[in-house]
């Protein structure tokens, strides 16, 4: 059975979409929903394009707010904003939680938001199978 983790990050727009993406196309054993503790409602345009080109992108991936899946049950939170770390809700269910911050490339040129791929690729996800024994 898989393992779920949600990556919460504070517009879910970008990064948060972003882990969730690259976890549900690499990571066997382990899948991703991605939510924002204020939601833009909207997923960043060239964050999508980024996934289009790494051929990752599903149409299911949207911003959603944290009320969408507070009941859901994890195994695994990871905040990847200050942010979110700050303002996380205590889940009704326990999990673990852990933080690793990656800067925003939001409003900046596609190479941050190449970067930031890759500095999610090389650091959370061999974090999360870590800790989840994947």
């Known amino acids: 059975m898989d393992k779920k983790v949600l990556i919460l990050c504070t517009g879910n727009s970008c990064r948060s979409i972003i882990a969730e993406a690259l976890i549900n196309s690499i990571l066997d054993g382990a899948i991703a929903d991605s939510s924002g503790v204020k939601a833009s409602g909207k997923v960043n345009p060239k964050a999508k394009e980024l996934l289009i080109n790494k051929n990752i992108w599903n149409e299911k991936y949207h911003s959603k707010t944290i009320d969408k899946v507070i009941n859901n049950s994890y195994d695994l939170i990871v905040t ?52 989840l024994d994947l």
């Open 80 to 131: 990847v904003c200050d942010n979110a770390k700050e303002t996380c809700p205590i889940f009704p269910k326990a999990v673990k939680v852990v933080h690793i911050s990656f800067e925003d490339p939001d409003k900046k040129e596609f190479a941050a938001f190449l970067k930031c791929y890759e500095d999610i690729k090389n650091t959370l996800l061999p974090k999360v199978k870590q800790i």
